[in-house]
């Protein structure tokens, strides 16, 4: 028998806050300008759901390292500004939060830096204030484990009784590989077809996920 499920363990952009379409469109518009014309879906493929060291090792191998730097700054400066414009939580969001009756943490790809911003400006971050992790606190990002399993360590839970919320491939790959449930949230960019897999179960409701979580 499965163990119950002590820790629900958050991705932050998609999941959390409504961003991924948006960092869908910039990355469109910067590969326009630094010569790497992208589609929709090779950027969900290729940089959705990944480290900030995973995404600068592709553009280097494409574009050299000067123009990664570069692409990686205007990057951060343009999120940030599109952020400032005003951004939401993801649909549902809230009303799944106020349901929730087991422990809950973030474990993000992105930096810390980013998701004080990010979930600062919804509202979130003091929801989850001591209790949010980032890639670059371990070796290896998403699709490795390591990131759920150093969150799940140090909120003192058993792995096989944590339970992960994911919008990406890479982050629904890691979950299975820390041998943690996966939750796949097809709400976003990414397909549905990316999230399935073992061990996963598909949604596009956030409303709908206290209610899976109590299944599971």
Known sequence: MMKPIELVIFDCDGVLVDTEHLAVRLQIALGAE?????????????????????????ITERLGAETAGLWWSRLIQRHREAVDLGIDPVDGLPEALAMLTVPTCVASSGSHEKMRHTLGRTGLYDVFAGRIFSASEVRRGKPA??????????????????????????????ARAAGMR???????????????????????????????????
């Open 145 to 174: 484990p390591d990131l759920f399993l150093h969150a799940a360590r140090r909120m003192g839970v058993d792995p096989a009784a944590c339970a992960v919320v994911e919008d990406s491939g890479p982050g629904v790959a890691a």
């Open 182 to 216: 996966a939750f796949g949230y097809a709400g976003g960019p990414t397909p549905a077809e990316r999230l399935e897999g073992a061990g996963t179960v598909v949604f596009d409701d956030m409303r709908k996920l206290p209610g899976l979580l109590a299944a599971r």
């Open 34 to 58: 630094l010569g790497w014309p992208l589609t929709a879906d090779e950027v969900v493929e290729r940089f959705i759901g990944r480290s900030k060291v995973s995404i600068i090792d592709q």
